[in-house]
């Protein structure tokens, strides 16, 4: 860490709405999203909120971005192979 | 393992006998695979585990995602592929508990500090080449810093320090705090809303602050 981030804390403020998913709204609908995104559909205009709360909550896109990437090997039906994983730990 | 639809899913998992601990079975084989995905792409976050203490560990999450995904397959809508949200379970357990592997040794206390009333003086931003922009950088800053000394209670300041300043998981100061992650995002939003409000009647533009601190950092 160089310092506090306040060229990040701008852009919090700038973006932030009146009304907000909370996290556990954001969990609820985050494999929907996912889906429609893995399937090339428009998951950000139809779930605009849940978007707009990824960009305001680093720990929910955190897991949003880690669920598309396996949503994805899963849909090219190339999921990893549990042993690939423990062996590239 | 043989594909299954949501409702053949459901139907399994629901059932008795043989047919709902073939469907145990492969469903451990998702989020051992998400837990064990997720926590290699949080290595970093791991320190000096060990490829063995990692699998533990991710065994552990697997667990109790499962346990987690059953009791929660009332709630499954049916809005996503049934893979795509019990992935979201073992996600979540497995990054929150990597989290908490990264934070564990910091102490949150020493970093959140304090929080009188004056404490963001010395909650510094990065000096700038251009004088019109160090200028403007000054002002947004003071008001920002007035906001937050004069307008947010204790909490909301100590989170935003910690959050959105200092890149404390949410998660891990909820945990901290005995508290959880919608109170604490609830706290952040409307500690968020109040700069806003008062940024714009001081006629501060955001769009215009933004770069001034951190692009030549």
């Known amino acids: 860490m160089t310092g506090p981030d306040w060229d990040g804390l701008v852009r919090h403020i700038r973006e932030t709405a009146d009304d907000e998913l909370s996290c556990s709204e954001c969990f609820d609908l985050l494999p929907q999203y996912v889906d429609l995104e893995v399937a090339g559909q428009p998951a950000e205009t139809t779930l605009p909120r849940l978007r707009q709360h990824l960009d305001r909550c680093g720990v929910c896109r955190e897991e949003y971005e880690t669920v598309r990437e396996l949503a994805r090997l899963e849909a090219e039906d190339r999921p990893p192979s549990i042993d690939d994983l423990r062996n590239s730990l | ?217």
Not at chain 2, 74 to 89: M, N, P
Request: a positive charge; hydrophobic letters at 45%.
């Open chain 2, 1 to 217: 393992m043989k594909p299954r639809t949501n409702a053949e899913w459901l139907s399994a998992l629901k059932a008795t006998g043989a047919e709902q601990a073939a469907a145990l079975e492969d469903l451990r084989v998702f989020v051992l695979r998400a837990a064990l995905f997720a926590l290699r792409r949080s290595r970093g976050n791991l320190g000096l585990m060990s490829p063995a203490e990692i699998n533990q560990l991710a065994e552990d999450c697997a667990q109790e995602s499962l346990l987690a995904i059953m009791q929660s397959l009332d709630g499954f809508r049916g809005e996503s592929r049934f893979t795509t949200w019990v992935y979201s379970f073992a996600v979540n357990t497995a990054l929150v508990a990597a989290r908490r592997e990264r934070w564990k040794r910091v102490p949150l206390d020493r970093l959140i500090e304090e929080t009188h009333p004056g404490a963001s003086a010395g909650w510094r931003a990065p000096a700038l080449a251009d004088p019109d922009r160090q200028t403007l950088q000054a002002e947004t800053l003071a008001v920002i810093r007035e906001v937050i000394d004069r307008d947010l209670s204790v909490r909301q300041r100590q989170a935003l320090k910690a959050v959105v300043l200092e890149g404390v998981p949410l998660d891990e100061l909820a945990r901290h705090w005995g508290s959880n992650r919608n109170a604490i995002y609830k706290l952040l939003h409307d500690a968020r809303r109040k700069l806003k409000a008062c940024l714009a009647e001081r006629g501060i533009s955001v769009d215009d602050t933004l770069g001034l601190f951190g692009a030549e950092r």
